[in-house]
């Protein structure tokens, strides 16, 4: 397969041509293999093709799937808040990108090639859920009631390490915490996780600290 595929055959396919013949490859198939060229270009791009094809399908068939797929894979520069606030907060960030122009970051660019694709999955009627301790998964976006749930990892200012340590200490404390004060002092995790955990609505009422005020009214 080798020798055909770049175009070496006249010379170094003699030897396995018995071969071929004892097995019952007929003999189109072997002149073939001698007249074909380096035919590597064409093979990358069938399979580019073949790859799209597949692709399309999904994203026609099984939407959901395709996109959960997608941004657990690409999903790193999306952004949370506004992914979950709808079509017009997301359009405002893609426009806030838009007018850096030539100063954006390259992390700015692939935020718009992802937005891109936040945009068209909202307008096929299909939403997200936000982020939440206790539902999310770290990197994973899930699918949850016919919408797709946020990942840790989505959130600004959470960064891998961080999206793994909220998500072991969420399994280590199976019957919830108490305060965000609990979550800032598991391993990994600290007061600027909680803080964007708090900014993307991922704690929900989950008061800051566990701590009475006994003179309060």
Known sequence: MEITRKGAASGKLPPFEDAMKKIGVEQWYIDSCYKIKYMFPKAHAAAYVIAALRIAWYKIYY???FYSAYFTVRGGAIDAVAAVQGKSAVKQKMQEIKDKG????????SQYVVMQIVIEMLARGYEFLPVDLYKSDWRTYKIEDGKIRLPFLAIDGVGETAAKAIADAVERNPDGFIASD???NEPGVGKSVVDALRGAGALGDLP?????SFFGF
């Open 208 to 212: 800051e600290t566990k701590q009475i």
């Open 102 to 109: 030539n100063e954006a970051s390259q992390k700015d660019e």
């Open 182 to 184: 609990d979550l800032a």
């Open 63 to 65: 939407p959901l799937q």
